[in-house]
T-cell receptor, first 113, second 110 residues
Framework: DAGITQSPRYKITETGRQVTLMCHQT?????MFWYRQDLGHGLRLIYY???????DKGEVPDGYVVSRSKTENFPLTLESATRSQTSVYFC????????????FGPGTRLTVT | GQQVMQIPQYQHVQEGEDFTTYCNSS?????IQWYKQRPGGHPVFLIQ?????EVKKQKRLTFQFGEAKKNSSLHITATQTTDVGTYFC??????????FGTGTRLQVTL
């Protein structure tokens, strides 16, 4: 049972480049989330999705784009990376009903130079 | 928007001492969750509290949800080095969105 995976685990990119972070879950969870984690800010929600083809903005969506054509995948794209987007990005998923428990992926550490 | 604050930001204890972190929300919550993140790792779910005044225990960990459902606490009795990490509370408020607190980093030394 692979659970929830993210790729790449580490990425260095230059300012202005487009970069896509991948997230894949094997549980068929309805909800998927993207967070960024920065010192002093905890985890901040970027975008989330309640089901395939349904996405919504979180707390800090500017500069990011998401899509969800399949239930199991939820890629996050930085259209034109900026240094302020240097962060650790976590993908998470949860079931549609019952506990609100979220299951997190291992994270992607992104550095924008 | 909904804000969730945690105090302290950091605590350093000696093994065997107790530890408490507090979580306060700007709005009433429908539930609150607690997560633990080990250094270099990802957040891992610990527990969810739903009812006003609820208290739950997991071995040496005690979780409380305030009567007004706007605050919560996590207390660890007799800390061990395995307790090292950052503890986050996360509250579900309006629109069923989960808002994470800023976290409390716990360091335990022998």
């Amino acid at each position: 049972d692979a659970g929830i995976t993210q790729s790449p685990r580490y990425k260095i990119t230059e300012t202005g480049r487009q970069v896509t972070l991948m997230c894949h879950q094997t549980w068929s969870h309805s909800y998927m989330f993207w967070y960024r984690q920065d010192l002093g800010h905890g985890l901040r929600l970027i975008y989330y999705s309640a089901a395939a083809d349904i996405t919504d903005k979180g707390e800090v969506p500017d500069g990011y784009v998401v899509s969800r054509s399949k239930t199991e995948n939820f890629p996050l794209t930085l259209e034109s990376a900026t240094r302020s987007q240097t962060s650790v990005y976590f993908c998470a998923s949860r079931k549609s009903s019952g506990s609100y428990e979220q299951y997190f992926g291992p994270g992607t550490r992104l550095t924008v130079t | 928007g909904q804000q969730v604050m945690q105090i302290p930001q950091y605590q350093h204890v000696q093994e065997g001492e107790d530890f408490t972190t507090y979580c306060n929300s700007s709005t009433t919550l429908s539930n609150i969750q607690w997560y633990k993140q080990r250094p270099g790792g990802h957040p891992v779910f610990l527990i969810q509290l739903v009812k006003s005044g609820e208290v739950k225990k997991q071995k040496r960990l005690t979780f409380q949800f305030g009567e007004a459902k706007k605050n919560s606490s996590l207390h660890i009795t007799a800390t061990q080095t395995t307790d090292v990490g950052t503890y986050f509370c996360a509250g579900t408020g309006t629109a069923s969105k989960l808002t994470f607190g800023t976290g409390t980093r716990l360091q335990v030394t022998l």
